[in-house]
């Protein structure tokens, strides 16, 4: 039971994680579902891009906001927002990737996961 209930928790987050990415007008927004991989490192990675630094890190901001509304979390860590190229919000069971767009097309973060179940969603 209590594993149901950290997976529905760990589902929700990445949610409102979506939600804050469409709100910024995120896009190719994905979310990883790597709850099957044995060796995954998290649940769930959510993963956006956006064209400036500036937009990076307001779908940072916005992503925090809305997790922050809806649980009371705050990330566990967060880096990158000094270059906003490459800015990761840890949540632990979900890893946040929000990418400048040349960095996500370098890093190809979704490649190295090729066995994650992937699901797509539009930019608000």
């Known amino acids: ?5 950290a997976i529905n928790e760990s589902a929700y987050l990445s949610e409102m994680a979506i939600h804050g990415m469409q709100e910024k007008k995120g ?3 994905v979310r990883l579902d790597l709850r099957n991989i044995f060796s995954s490192v998290s649940d769930y990675f959510v993963i ?3 064209d400036s630094g500036t937009q990076v890190k307001a779908i940072a901001d916005s992503v925090e906001d ?8 705050n990330p566990w860590r967060k880096e990158g927002f000094e270059n906003a190229e490459w ?6 069971d979900v890893v946040i ?7 996500r097309e ?12 992937i699901k797509y969603y539009q930019s608000a």
Do not use: P, R, S
Request: proline content about 0%; hydrophobic content about 40%; aromatic content about 14%.
């Open 27 to 29: 896009n190719e927004i």
């Open 97 to 103: 990737h929000i990418f400048k767009t040349d960095k």
């Open 66 to 73: 809305e997790i922050f509304k809806a649980t009371q979390q």
């Open 106 to 117: 370098f890093y190809g973060v979704e490649d190295l996961w090729g066995d994650a179940e």
């Open 87 to 92: 800015i990761v919000l840890d949540y632990i």
């Open 48 to 50: 956006c891009h956006a």
């Open 1 to 5: 039971m209590v594993k149901n209930k």
